[in-house]
């Protein structure tokens, strides 16, 4: 490979995603290598090349026909036309073919600087430079990008991301990194509160399991779970949103258990514990909120789900709203 100021690539490889925080966004990249598992070396090897040219490069695993194979990758675009022209000066400086593909990465962005959530690591990009914030360990898929997105605080000084049954909290200046929750963790769903001064998770052990919403205050690391449930109970926080201007939180609860539930209520809770019924599914209708709910503008969007008598499909769907407290 040549050693070659590549300033006028480089400036390129990014652009803006135009995504909101912890959304999925299908953008295009340059496949640069895909290779069988069985030589898996190779394309490490072009992938950490790569990466010390300062390119924003990840890899993962593809399955083939019941074969897997190792995908390298490099940049992410919002424009097709944009990436084939990236790839041709790939090509020309480095010699390295490629070709455009679709890819679903998770971004966030905040204060000029995406943070972009890849198979192999967490980066962060702002208009001068592309830095590697965190490397996963081993070879992930793509579905491995919806438990593990990188979400930047409010101020954009500090990111946290769920991994490897951990809590991980990144200050993006220096790259240091730490450990909120240390393990026992199941898809948490860590996100910023509207001030940032708080992160809110949901503290699985496992699927259909109780599990409880926990916020932790960023100032010394204070744990604390609002909404706590165990054996006893046998309920589960399913899903949460913090309010977009105070410090409470939404969230939906329902059984732990079954094959057909999609939710449960809708209840909000404050940093005191204090909870309260927002809106409450008519259970002599058989019915649930769904776990998919969204804050826009002033009101909260939900869905009422209607099943069977016997609880065993569904039977109906009633898109609603309620006001924000």
Not at 12 to 31: C, D, F, N
Not at 123 to 133: D, I, Q, Y
């Amino acid at each position: 490979m040549k050693k070659i100021t590549l300033t006028a690539i480089l400036s390129l490889l990014i652009l803006p995603p135009l995504s909101q925080a912890g959304e999925k966004v299908t953008h295009y990249s340059l496949q640069v290598k895909a290779l069988p598992m069985t030589e898996k070396d190779k394309g490490l090897q072009l992938y950490e090349a790569l990466k010390q040219q300062g390119y924003l490069v990840y890899y993962y695993v593809a399955t083939v026909n019941d074969k897997e194979w190792l995908r390298v990758r490099v940049g992410h675009f919002a424009d097709k036309q944009q990436a084939k022209k990236i790839g041709e000066k790939l090509k020309a400086a480095e010699g390295i073919d490629s070709f455009v593909e679709q890819t679903p990465l998770f971004v966030d962005t905040k204060k000029h600087i995406d943070v972009i959530t890849t198979p192999s690591a967490v980066w962060r990009s702002s208009p001068n430079a592309t830095k590697e914030l965190y490397s996963f360990t081993g070879f992930n898929s793509l579905s491995f990008l919806e438990d593990t997105q990188a979400i930047l605080s409010p101020s954009g000084k500090d990111l946290v991301f769920y991994y490897d049954h951990k809590l991980i909290q990144i200050t993006v200046a220096n790259q240091t990194h730490q450990e909120l929750v240390k393990e026992g963790l199941l898809n948490s769903q860590p996100t910023w509160s509207a001030d940032g001064k708080y992160i809110g998770y949901i503290d699985y052990l496992e699927w259909e399991t109780p599990s409880s919403l926990c916020v932790i205050k960023v100032a010394d690391h204070q744990n604390t779970c609002l909404v706590k449930n165990d054996e006893q109970t046998q309920q589960a926080v399913k899903s949460f949103h913090w309010h977009p201007q105070k410090n409470l939180l939404f969230f939906i609860e329902g059984h732990a258990t079954g094959t057909v539930s999609v939710g449960g209520n809708l209840y909000s809770v404050d940093l005191t514990g204090q909870r309260n019924e927002v809106v409450m599914a008519k259970q002599e209708n058989q019915e649930e909120i769904s776990s998919e709910f969204s804050i826009r503008g002033n009101q909260i969007h939900y869905q009422v789900i209607q099943f069977d008598k016997d609880y065993n499909k569904q039977i109906g769907t009633k898109n609603l709203q309620v006001k924000l407290e």
